[in-house]
């Protein structure tokens, strides 16, 4: 048996998260990628039922990224169980959210928590 892996990539999403208040105010951008794992049937798919819609994937990330939250890890998580809690034939998912511009004085790049669960 085969195995499928839906691939939502390069997400772009303008969100209020962050430990510090200037965070939640003013917002900044994120970028999230989601890899979810689900068995293939030894048949030719013909329908979405049959399959992980991925755009219901993004609708979970988009509800998720529309709720502040202080830590990149508590979303990637909750990402993670929602995606698992709608589609139970998933085996495995991968969450990747990257913050464009973190508080950190100097840094001159990008910060980002990645989630990996295999059920």
Known sequence: MGEF???LR???FYSFHGLFEE????????VVDVWAKF???DHLLNSINETVNYAALFTIVKDEMDQPRELLET????IAEKIYAKYSVIKEVEIR???KKAPIVGLH???AASYRKVY
Request: aromatic share 4%; proline share 4%.
């Open 5 to 7: 892996t839906i691939e």
């Open 10 to 12: 390069d997400l772009q």
């Open 23 to 30: 965070e939640k105010k003013v917002g900044g951008e994120f």
């Open 39 to 41: 068995p293939a049937e």
């Open 75 to 78: 979303i990637a998580q909750s």
């Open 97 to 99: 959210i990257e913050k």
């Open 109 to 111: 790049g990008s910060v």
